[in-house]
């Protein structure tokens, strides 16, 4: 399957690493933004063709996807330009930056019928699938959802350390991860949400340090604190307290709450959520089928974020 990569920054790179993995499958262009770092990607990757423009990329001979890691500001328009040229799609996450955008990512997918994805690797992690088969089969039930989501942001600086073109969101970005995977842990419906934010950055004009609670039609709950201002272990940690038992899940690992490591060597193929993901993405096309994380289903987040985005007076 000949695929093109848009986006030549450290999600691209994430994604091309993990696509080595899979067979069958040829990243055969990279469409970026800048140039020089552009030419660089193809070329660590060996990758023949790299262009700044997605319909020179989506032209070369062949091709029947794109998987687009740029800027989240022009996610939906990318997804909708991949699917019109007829050509199947995933968008990192966040798939749009409103609910309007993301409505429209799933229209075009409705009217093409192609197979349509966004990013959500956190359903995809094995620590996550892990707990996922538990809670399907009845072994487990969540009383609440306690996460994390910390970073040091502070600049306007990608995850290589360099200058990023747009400004990334806490809401829009960080907190559509927990929001997604909270609904998807659950199985249910989202009823009630509430919000606070802190004062926003004076150059950046976003929130730095934000507080969201959601519950479940069962009054299952869960409390998201996000924040740019912490200077210390960074990332996303879930911890789940459950009927039976409590949980912390680190991307890919798993520890109970005592810490003690939990085994998700066997959950899937990979260890690596980012490669799972990938595969899930090639095979619904091969398989032509709906994928997990497929834009409608992640259309449901999209609406909570919305719903959030208006409490917080935005």
Same mark, same amino acid.
């Given at each position: 399957?000949?695929?093109?990569?848009?986006?030549?920054?450290?999600?691209?790179?994430?994604?091309?690493?993990?696509?080595?993995?899979?067979?069958?499958?040829?990243?055969?262009?990279?469409?970026?933004?800048?140039?020089?770092?552009?030419?660089?990607?193809?070329?660590?990757?060996?990758?023949?063709?790299?262009?700044?423009?997605?319909?020179?990329?989506?032209?070369?001979?062949?091709?029947?996807?794109?998987?687009?890691? *740029?800027?989240?500001?022009?996610?939906?328009?990318?997804?909708?330009?991949?699917?019109?040229?007829?050509?199947?799609?995933?968008?990192?996450?966040?798939?749009?930056?409103?609910?309007?955008?993301?409505?429209?990512?799933?229209?075009?997918?409705?009217?093409?019928?192609?197979?349509?994805?966004?990013?959500?690797?956190?359903?995809?992690?094995?620590?996550?699938?892990?707990?996922?088969?538990?809670?399907?089969?009845?072994?487990? !039930?969540?009383?609440?959802?306690?996460?994390?989501?910390?970073?040091?942001?502070?600049?306007?600086?990608?995850?290589?350390?360099?200058?990023? !073109?747009?400004?990334?969101?806490?809401?829009?970005?960080?907190?559509?991860?927990?929001?997604?995977?909270?609904?998807?842990?659950?199985?249910?419906?989202?009823?009630?949400?509430?919000?606070?934010?802190?004062?926003?950055?004076?150059?950046?004009?976003?929130?730095?340090?934000?507080?969201?609670?959601?519950?479940?039609?069962?009054?299952?709950?869960?409390?998201? !604190?996000? *924040?740019?201002?912490?200077?210390?272990?960074?990332?996303?940690?879930?911890?789940?307290?459950?009927?039976?038992?409590?949980?912390?899940?680190?991307?890919?690992?798993?520890?109970?709450?005592?810490?003690?490591?939990?085994?998700?060597?066997?959950?899937?193929?990979?260890?690596?959520?980012?490669?799972?993901?990938?595969?899930?993405?090639?095979?619904?096309?091969?398989?032509?089928?709906?994928?997990?994380? !497929?834009?409608?289903?992640?259309?449901?987040?999209?609406?909570?974020?919305?719903?959030?985005?208006?409490?917080?007076?935005?």
């Amino acid at each position: 399957m000949k695929i093109i990569m848009v986006g030549e920054g450290a999600f691209g790179h994430k994604h091309l690493d993990a696509l080595k993995n899979i067979d069958d499958v040829e990243v055969v262009s990279i469409a970026g933004g800048v140039e020089e770092s552009t030419k660089a990607t193809a070329e660590k990757y060996g990758i023949a063709h790299w262009t700044l423009d997605l319909q020179e990329a989506l032209a070369q001979p062949g091709v029947e996807a794109a998987i687009i890691t *740029s800027p989240t500001p022009i996610h939906a328009r990318q997804a909708i330009e991949v699917m019109t040229a007829g050509k199947h799609v995933m968008v990192e996450i966040p798939m749009a930056d409103s609910l309007a955008d993301a409505q429209a990512v799933c229209d075009v997918q409705k009217e093409t019928g192609l197979v349509a994805m966004a990013g959500h690797t956190r359903r995809f992690n094995p620590s996550h699938q892990y707990l996922n088969k538990k809670f399907r089969a009845g072994e487990l !039930s969540i009383q609440q959802m306690d996460v994390q989501t910390y970073f040091f942001r502070r600049k306007n600086l990608n995850a290589l350390g360099q200058p990023r !073109s747009w400004t990334d969101h806490l809401l829009w970005h960080h907190a559509c991860h927990t929001v997604d995977l909270f609904a998807y842990q659950t199985g249910e419906e989202i009823v009630d949400v509430m919000a606070m934010q802190g004062p926003k950055h004076p150059e950046l004009g976003i929130a730095m340090d934000m507080s969201i609670g959601m519950k479940t039609t069962s009054g299952t709950i869960c409390t998201l !604190s996000l *924040s740019f201002n912490n200077d210390g272990p960074l990332g996303t940690f879930f911890r789940y307290i459950c009927d039976n038992g409590t949980y912390i899940a680190r991307y890919d690992d798993l520890v109970d709450g005592k810490e003690n490591p939990i085994d998700v060597s066997k959950v899937d193929v990979s260890m690596n959520g980012i490669e799972l993901q990938d595969r899930e993405f090639i095979a619904a096309i091969r398989e032509g089928r709906e994928p997990n994380a !497929s834009v409608n289903q992640a259309l449901i987040a999209m609406k909570i974020l919305d719903r959030i985005e208006k409490a917080l007076g935005e």
